[in-house]
């Protein structure tokens, strides 16, 4: 009998490492969701809000929904587009997705026919 104690023993002693380590993984998990999604999310959304407070008349945009336009009017949270001439609309400052990336279309056009040539074969 004394055989079946001591051998129960080391168990008992690993008992509070054991539940630590079995809490591990679950911890490093969250550690790495942290680091890899959750602070560059933030950051970027930090990074977009400051870009939202920082609008002003003349900026060229493009909203949520996918408008181009030019910001001509700001009052608090509400902002005027003119997305074409005399074609006035007014949206939410949070509406706003970022600012209009600049592409040349004829840059743009050269390379949908460089790629085409290349697939083409």
């Known amino acids: 009998m004394t055989g079946i104690a001591y051998a129960a023993a080391p168990a008992a002693g690993a008992g509070g490492l054991g539940q630590l380590g079995s809490f591990l993984p679950l911890i490093l998990i ?6 890899l999604l959750i602070r560059p999310q933030q950051k970027q959304a930090k990074q977009h809000q ?8 003349g900026n ?25 001439d005399n074609i006035q609309i007014k949206v939410s400052r949070d509406a706003i997705a970022g600012p209009q990336v600049k ?5 743009a ?6 790629k085409a040539k290349s697939s083409g074969g």
């Open 60 to 84: 060229k945009v493009i909203t949520k929904g996918g408008i181009f336009g030019e910001i001509v009017g700001i009052k608090d949270a509400v902002l005027t587009l003119e997305i074409a």
């Open 103 to 107: 592409e040349d279309p004829k840059a």
């Open 109 to 114: 056009q050269e390379g949908k026919d460089k």
């Open 50 to 57: 400051a870009f939202l407070n920082d609008l002003k008349k």
């Open 30 to 35: 969250f550690v790495v969701f942290y680091f």
